[in-house]
């Protein structure tokens, strides 16, 4: 094919009428001009950019199986039976009645008695799940750690890893008597079933593995490799279990092996009349800073102004007078997850929209959406996950009451904003305390370096590093990538086939974070798709009105509504069979 040109259309010639000047119009143009220009001397210059023609947020359609689609649907016909109910109600009543309770100061495996349990929940996973634990390849890590490994037909594919932890927090025994069920009891009322681990996470644990054991049932072979990865101690930061069992990946396979990795994470919530699945791209960093403050002891007859436990006090309160700000940026993954809201969301605050719309190009705008956010619907919550928090969680000092303590301590745990570093965390500790140790006249030091020292000190006041937990925020996994979409398409399928079906509640899937620490922090070099998700509502953790929205997790009353649970088994099995025909490497352009 030749050369093809591309001609402009004929100018018309002008003729003598035609080049008078038209001076109305030249006028009327000039005054437009100036107009123009004094409006845009008050423009935010970013405005002038042109505008991006993208949809907002738009939502990847409902992916299902269809290779195995009837396969799928033999067993979701079994899922809705009360038979499989009551399995269920067994299968995880069962795991609950174990104690599997770890402490902040357990001691090596081996070394420490109350690792005991998890040998017995180890025996009792065996005997609920006959067919796992028979044709997978099961490998213990530091003897409590656990991988089932399904081997796929195509070892060319990357495989899914699938996590869950196997501990609970422990349960005070001053808070036995706030129980409606013991904690223990893996008690079933009828529609919710009771105790420490259902929510958080034998739930995720036992619904992996009723999930596989049911397509063994069924025969179901895997075409891309399927791992379970179960680590023992991820409320302690994973350092016995998960970081073991990361480290026995990366030398048996090495670095991004797996094609993506679900853990568990934010829940379905409700918000401005829709419905809305975050997906934890992300989570927030971890550093514990112990304040210690040492002061001249003495008889308590003759005590100064301010002891070191006073002093102390007077330094923690300053900080939580004084908390990290919060600020909506666009690079926090919640950016993306509010322009979906107000995208989608039918009660979503007309002003904060359009402020939100605009602030894609406006920094102005962006300040006026923080400001709006903050005040709107579920700001406090909003403002804890765009800040980095500060909990003072442990405090000591002293040793009789007639004697001075000579020192004093507490340890702050700060949970770190995915825009933050450990860096500026500590430095903003630290310019905090500054004045305050001006003030008190003590002597500052921190992390090692002195900051400041006084004439005639009144004590020494210390800031230091408390464990080895120190953790930067997890890099953000893609969106625009195949595996997100996956598991997107996943969830919007779960949802259209499970309880939207008859819902005329908008659904919105979306990137969000994970505002705690998962076990997925050991696995960073194993792949970039990092996801951290749950799905359960709300409804489904709070059995008791008077519960905060997260149920019981961490405190009394933990229970879950089974009902509502076997959405988060549908939405395993959904996962992997969807897994099993994507193609996982591509990027969604």
């Known amino acids: 094919m030749g050369k093809q040109e591309f001609l402009l259309p004929a100018r018309p010639q002008a003729t003598s009428a035609d080049k008078r000047p038209k001076w109305n119009t030249i006028v009327l143009l000039a005054s437009v001009s100036a107009l123009l220009w004094k409006g845009f001397r008050h423009v935010d210059v970013k405005l002038l950019d042109s505008p991006t023609t993208a949809p907002i947020c738009p939502q990847v359609p409902a992916l299902s199986p269809q290779t195995h689609k009837h396969l799928l649907a033999d067993i979701e016909?079994?899922?809705?039976?009360?038979?499989?109910?009551?399995?269920?109600?067994?299968?995880?009543?069962?795991?609950?009645?174990?104690?599997?309770?770890?402490?902040?100061?357990?001691?090596?495996?081996?070394?420490?008695?109350?690792?005991?349990?998890?040998?017995?929940?180890?025996?009792?996973?065996?005997?609920?799940?006959?067919?796992?634990?028979?044709?997978?390849?099961?490998?213990?890590?530091?003897?409590?750690?656990?991988?089932?490994?399904?081997?796929?037909?195509?070892?060319?594919?990357?495989?899914?890893?699938?996590?869950?932890?196997?501990?609970?927090?422990?349960?005070?025994?001053?808070?036995?008597?706030?129980?409606?069920?013991p904690p223990f009891s893996g008690y079933f009322d009828g529609e919710f079933l009771w105790g420490r681990g259902t929510c958080d996470d034998k739930h995720?644990?036992?619904?992996?593995?009723?999930?596989?054991?049911?397509?063994?049932?069924?025969?179901?072979?895997?075409?891309?490799?399927?791992?379970?990865?179960?680590?023992?101690?991820?409320?302690?930061?994973?350092?016995?279990?998960?970081?073991?069992?990361?480290?026995?990946?990366?030398?048996?396979?090495?670095?991004?092996?797996?094609?993506?990795?679900?853990?568990?994470?934010?829940?379905?919530?409700?918000?401005?009349?829709?419905?809305?699945?975050?997906?934890?791209?992300?989570?927030?960093?971890?550093?514990?800073?112990?304040?210690?403050?040492?002061?001249?002891?003495?008889?308590?007859?003759?005590?100064?102004?301010?002891?070191?436990?006073?002093?102390?006090?007077?330094?923690?309160?300053?900080?939580?007078?004084?908390?990290?700000?919060?600020?909506?940026?666009?690079?926090?993954?919640?950016?993306?997850?509010?322009?979906?809201?107000?995208?989608?969301?039918p009660n979503f605050p007309e002003k904060l929209k359009k402020a939100l719309r605009k602030s894609l190009h406006s920094d102005k705008a962006l300040k006026t959406a923080e400001k709006l956010l903050f005040a709107s619907e579920g700001g406090d919550v909003n403002r804890i996950y765009l800040s980095t928090t500060q909990a003072i969680d442990l405090v000591g000092g002293g040793v009789k009451v007639n004697a001075l303590p000579e020192l004093a301590w507490g340890v702050i745990n700060h949970r770190i904003t995915t825009d933050s570093s450990l860096n500026a965390t500590h430095s903003s500790i630290i310019d905090k305390l500054i004045p305050i140790a001006r003030e008190l006249q003590l002597d500052f030091e921190a992390f090692g370096s002195s900051v400041s020292t006084e004439l005639d000190p009144a004590g020494q006041l210390t800031l230091s590093h408390f464990g080895d937990d120190d953790l930067e925020p997890a890099p953000v996994s893609p969106t625009d990538s195949s595996p997100y979409q996956l598991l997107a398409g996943t969830i919007r399928g779960i949802w259209e086939t499970g309880r939207g079906k008859y819902s005329e509640e908008p659904f919105i899937?979306?990137?969000?974070?994970?505002?705690?620490?998962?076990?997925?922090?050991?696995?960073?070099?194993?792949?970039?798709?990092?996801?951290?998700?749950?799905?359960?509502?709300?409804?489904?953790?709070?059995?008791?009105?008077s519960q905060p929205q997260n149920g019981g997790k961490h405190s009394v009353n933990e229970a879950i509504r089974i009902d509502g649970y076997r959405d988060q088994i549908r939405f395993f099995t959904h996962l992997i069979l969807n897994a099993d025909e994507a193609n996982l490497s591509l990027r969604i352009s």
């Open 509 to 545: 899937v979306a990137s969000g974070i994970m505002p705690a620490s998962t076990d997925t922090k050991h696995f960073r070099k194993l792949t970039p798709h990092v996801f951290r998700y749950n799905h359960l509502g709300t409804e489904d953790m709070r059995p008791l009105k």
């Open 204 to 345: 995720g644990l036992i619904g992996i593995l009723v999930t596989l054991e049911t397509l063994l049932k069924h025969g179901y072979k895997p075409t891309r490799t399927i791992f379970l990865a179960s680590g023992f101690d991820e409320e302690i930061s994973g350092h016995f279990g998960a970081r073991r069992i990361a480290n026995h990946f990366l030398s048996t396979y090495g670095e991004n092996y797996f094609a993506m990795l679900v853990d568990e994470g934010p829940t379905l919530t409700k918000a401005f009349g829709a419905r809305v699945a975050a997906l934890g791209v992300s989570e927030k960093g971890y550093a514990n800073v112990q304040v210690s403050v040492a002061s001249p002891g003495g008889h308590s007859s003759v005590p100064p102004t301010h002891t070191s436990i006073g002093l102390l006090a007077l330094v923690l309160v300053h900080l939580e007078e004084n908390p990290e700000p919060a600020h909506l940026t666009r690079t926090s993954p919640l950016y993306k997850l509010y322009q979906c809201q107000a995208e989608h969301s």
């Open 77 to 181: 016909s079994e899922y809705v039976t009360d038979d499989f109910k009551s399995r269920v109600v067994e299968w995880l009543g069962g795991a609950i009645q174990i104690p599997t309770q770890i402490y902040d100061d357990m001691k090596d495996v081996g070394n420490d008695s109350r690792w005991d349990n998890f040998g017995k929940f180890h025996s009792y996973l065996e005997d609920a799940f006959p067919l796992v634990h028979d044709r997978l390849e099961v490998t213990k890590i530091n003897t409590y750690g656990l991988v089932y490994r399904w081997e796929g037909s195509d070892a060319s594919l990357k495989p899914l890893l699938l996590m869950a932890h196997q501990d609970v927090v422990p349960v005070q025994e001053d808070t036995l008597s706030q129980w409606v069920n």
